[in-house]
């Protein structure tokens, strides 16, 4: 066996001590600890076999050594081993009985045990002209009790060059260290799956308001999937303004949570508004009321006519052309309010005053009750000038960033989560201070959330299943981007960026309808001079 001096297995020790603090990866530091067991062990061959979270019934290569192979490297198209078979029996392989087992096996020689299935071992060797002989399987048990996995080395190295068995002593240090492993497996799986139970929670809170409406269809799912593409592209650049900037893994991380929660505080925004497709609809689209209310009328004025029978011929042959006429305007008056209540032209001063004048329109019915063809709210949601929101719906609309302010706020995040606030709640201001809800200047906001202003907008512009409008071509969407850019509205560079790096396109193929991804002439985009 080989001999090692105290001072060597301390140093060792204290190296791999170091790296659980210092070392934030925790594949390399489990790959620290493989290697370091073949040091004080002088072992040529060392595996970690971990326990398949998606399949508990197999053992998954994680890291695998090999100095006289020269192999150093995570596999990824070795098989998984199956722990047991369609009989519930389980494997002969020595790593499966050791994870069965729950106990540390060592072989001085594999080709002299006849107690577990060596046939592949040997196919090894034959293959890649190798002598397998001492093993050492460690199983690894974790903070309840449940083994996650197994620490295997082959072959140790004595001082005159030939293999060992494993030495009691070496296989006590090895157990060891194994249980350090299986520390770091279950604190990196724990984080993992509190990191997934965040990320579930965040998703299930941006789904939720997908879900709440039609209108935001899957705005809260497809703004991260921009946004990330984005900053991936800053960094990707090599030259122009980005050439420096790059984001680290938390960065994006951070990004990325923080645009699933960009939207949050429309969980509060009554359903009748973020829903609102006419001017008129409230829980219903009122026109309904208006045409029955338009049908009344005309009863009203047949039966008045009716009751004047009395009256000359003449005179009621000349009532009944008047009615007629009086009937045909009400007709062009309610398709004229129709259109109106789309809300997708801009409403004139003209076109006020004739909504004005229908709703002056009343009559007394046979109850001595009058009614007016409009009402007060009707006559002030038709005469909207653009959209269908009212002045106070759409600041009740807007109100959303401020909930998403005060909820992200109120958080208390990790140290890497800490802008999640920022990025967020600021897709709406603008470069030139005329945004909301602050009003702060582009000096002010970070590249990332000027990125949630690109992605938010360019979502919103060509999604698909908005009930109210059909998603923009992409050309269009372009143009009003670049628009925006020539109003200081949004960032300059990042939109260049946008569009030479071909990140709208890229977005557009996976997720927008073929029939909006129209031909671009890039050199025609305003915002890109």
């Not at 965040?202 to 984005?230: F, N, Y």
């Not at 790096?501 to 927008?512: F, N």
């Amino acid at each position: 066996m080989r001999h090692l001096d105290t001072q060597e297995v301390v140093k060792q020790l204290a190296d791999l001590t170091g790296a659980l603090t210092s070392e934030k990866d925790h594949t390399k530091l489990l790959d620290r600890i493989i290697l370091g067991c073949m040091f004080l062990t002088n072992a040529d061959g060392g595996t970690l076999y971990t326990l398949n979270e998606d399949n508990e019934n197999e053992l998954k290569f994680t890291i695998l050594h090999n100095r006289s192979l020269g192999i150093h490297r995570k596999p990824r198209d070795l098989p998984a081993v199956e722990i047991y078979n369609a009989q519930q029996q389980a494997s002969k392989l020595v790593v499966v009985q050791t994870f069965v087992q729950r106990e540390t096996i060592n072989i001085p020689d594999v080709y002299e045990c006849n107690d577990f299935d060596f046939s592949g071992t040997r196919n090894f060797d034959k293959q890649l002209s190798y002598r397998s002989k001492s093993f050492l399987c460690v199983p690894l048990q974790d903070h309840e009790g449940e083994i996650i996995g197994v620490l295997q080395l082959i072959n140790a190295i004595g001082d005159d060059g030939e293999i060992t068995p494993f030495p009691p002593t070496q296989q006590h240090l090895v157990e060891s260290l194994a249980s350090l492993a299986a520390a770091v497996l279950t604190k990196r799986r724990l984080i993992d799956a509190q990191k997934q139970l965040f990320e579930s929670f965040i998703k299930l809170i941006g789904r939720a308001i997908d879900h709440k409406s039609p209108v935001t269809g899957k705005h809260c799912e497809q703004v991260p999937e921009i946004a990330m593409m984005l900053a991936a592209a800053v960094n990707n650049a090599k030259t122009g303004h980005f050439a420096d900037l790059g984001f680290n893994d938390n960065e994006m991380y951070e990004l990325r949570i923080a645009a699933w929660l960009h939207d949050c505080g429309k969980i509060t925004t009554p359903e009748y508004i973020i829903d609102k497709a006419t001017k008129l609809h409230t829980m219903f689209d009122r026109i309904e009321l208006v045409e029955c209310r338009f049908r009344e009328y005309k009863q009203h004025l047949q039966i008045e006519l009716l009751q004047q029978r009395e009256m000359p011929q003449d005179a009621f042959n000349q009532a009944q052309i008047k009615l007629q006429e009086k009937l045909q305007q009400l007709d062009h008056d309610l398709e004229f309010i129709r259109k109106s209540n789309t809300g997708s032209e801009f409403m004139a001063d003209e076109d006020k005053a004739k909504i004005l004048s229908i709703g002056e329109i009343s009559w007394i019915d046979a109850e001595g009750e009058s009614h007016h063809l409009l009402s007060k709210d009707e006559i002030d949601n038709l005469c909207i000038s653009k959209g269908t929101l009212t002045d106070n719906e759409r600041q009740i609309m807007r109100d959303h960033i401020k909930v998403s302010t005060d909820m992200l706020e109120s958080l208390n995040y990790p140290k890497q989560l800490q802008e999640v606030p920022e990025i967020a709640c600021n897709h709406h201001e603008h470069m030139d201070g005329s945004g909301y809800p602050r009003g702060i200047t582009g000096e002010k906001l970070s590249t990332r959330a000027r990125i949630m202003c690109i992605a938010d907008i360019f979502e919103a512009l060509t999604s698909p299943d908005r009930p109210y409008k059909k998603g923009m071509l992409l050309s269009q969407a372009m143009t009003i981007l670049g628009r925006m850019v020539n109003d200081n509205h949004l960032d300059k560079d990042l939109f260049r960026l946008f569009v030479e790096s071909g990140t709208y396109l890229e977005y557009a193929q996976t997720h927008m309808a073929p029939r909006q991804i129209d031909d671009i002439d890039i050199s025609s985009l305003p915002g890109l001079n």
